[in-house]
Nanobody, 123 residues
Framework: QVQLVESGGGLVQAGGSLRLACAAS????????MGWFRQAPGKEREFVAAISWGGGRTYYADSVKGRFTISRDNAKNTVYLQMNSLKPEDTAVYYC????????????????WGQGTQVTVSS
């Protein structure tokens, strides 16, 4: 079992920045590929970014490419999502997720999820 806890959400003006963190506990963090997803009201959960267990491979949704950066610190059991140039359409609950087998874009591939952190971008 892996427990995930997100932090760093909040209210920010358009064009601003936030850094989300996801702290993991339980099993060995470096065994897991990690992903960030988001879900806006009335919409399905969507892929934002993913990173391989060693940090060597990263993937992004087209909507955030060039604005968001995913990274991880295995010594601190934490994955980060640096979000710059935020837009109102980035408003959502952001979730981190862990999977041992693949670095995936599909939420169904992930085995463990955090509780989410709210990000609100005002125009």
């Amino acid at each position: 079992q892996v427990q995930l806890v997100e932090s760093g959400g909040g209210l920010v003006q358009a064009g601003g920045s936030l850094r989300l963190a996801c702290a993991a506990s339980g099993r060995t963090f470096s065994d897991y590929n990690m992903g960030w997803f988001r879900q806006a009201p009335g919409k399905e959960r969507e892929f934002v970014a993913a990173i391989s267990w060693g940090g060597g491979r990263t993937y992004y949704a087209d909507s955030v490419k060039g604005r968001f950066t995913i990274s991880r610190d295995n010594a601190k059991n934490t994955v980060y999502l640096q979000m710059n140039s935020l837009k109102p359409e980035d408003t959502a609950v952001y979730y981190c997720a862990a999977d041992e087998a693949v670095v995936a874009r599909a939420p169904d591939e992930y085995d463990y999820w955090g509780q989410g952190t709210q990000v609100t971008v005002s125009s």
